[in-house]
């Protein structure tokens, strides 16, 4: 999924079916005020969802069918109505989450960060299901992951003000019916871009800073000069990409070490 406007040629899907070796274009809308925002996938069920930013303040969101062979508009006729200039960061194109048949969206931009999660299976109905979180144009929530299909966590910031956070980070432990910030938060506060689960730690990360957190043990640790936009985890190792080309990985192992006493 390419992030940018469509009338400058920046809204595109793309498949890889040898790892990223060749792409075909999938889907390519040439019209304007369309702007991707995030992507989410089924593995088992081989469907996915693409959202882009509003028009004329409602969301944008497509199905993607037949691993890909077939891309189509799904109508949120009863959708909450949006704030002015609210919409989704694609920042780490990790707005949304699907999971238990549900799609869960998060919000920014406009004054206040919300968590938008659909009630029904051809998720035409939808509920706002969090306490209104203030924010601003530059601020709101930025990444949404799952520990499992209960427990949910919420974390952004303001892109403007990197080195400092009145978000917090937000928990779920009802699969986003409810929501409240986490009784642990971050020794430092910052703007953070995205979060992953990676068994046995949560992860967040920003141009400002990283931090893994031990739900067991209650603690953080930071992870040193590690700035990024966005990471992921695959095989046993963190893969953070960063502002001009950085590109960096922690071995889960290495990570593991951290944790343990000093002596």
Partial sequence: MSAGPS????????????GGQTWELLFDIKEPNYFFDAIAWDYKKRIGFLLSDPIDQKFVLYKILNNGAKIEPINLTHFPTLLPREAAFAASGSSILW????????????????????????????????NEIPADTSSGFFSIAAKNKTHFWVAG??????????????????????????????????????????????????????????????????????????????????????????????????????????K
Avoid: C
């Fill in 7 to 18: 009338e400058k040629g920046a809204a595109k899907l793309y498949k890889t079916k040898d």
């Fill in 99 to 130: 999971l238990n048949n549900t799609l869960q969206i998060i919000s920014g931009g406009g004054n206040k960060a919300r968590i938008f999660k659909s009630i029904n299976t051809d998720l035409t109905n939808w509920e706002i299901t969090n």
């Fill in 157 to 262: 910031g303001n892109y403007l003000k990197i080195d400092s956070s009145e978000i917090p980070i937000m928990e779920s432990n009802d699969a986003g019916k409810n929501w409240s910030p986490i009784e642990n938060p971050l020794p430092k506060n910052y703007y953070i871009e995205k979060v992953i689960w990676s068994n046995p730690y949560w992860i967040v990360t920003g141009p400002a800073g990283s931090h893994a957190f031990h739900p067991m043990i209650k603690k953080w640790v930071n992870l040193g000069e590690s700035h990024f936009h966005n990471i992921i985890e695959p095989q046993q190792k963190i893969i953070g990409v960063g502002a001009k080309g950085q590109i960096g990985y922690l071995l889960k192992k290495d990570l593991d070490k951290l944790f343990l006493p000093k």
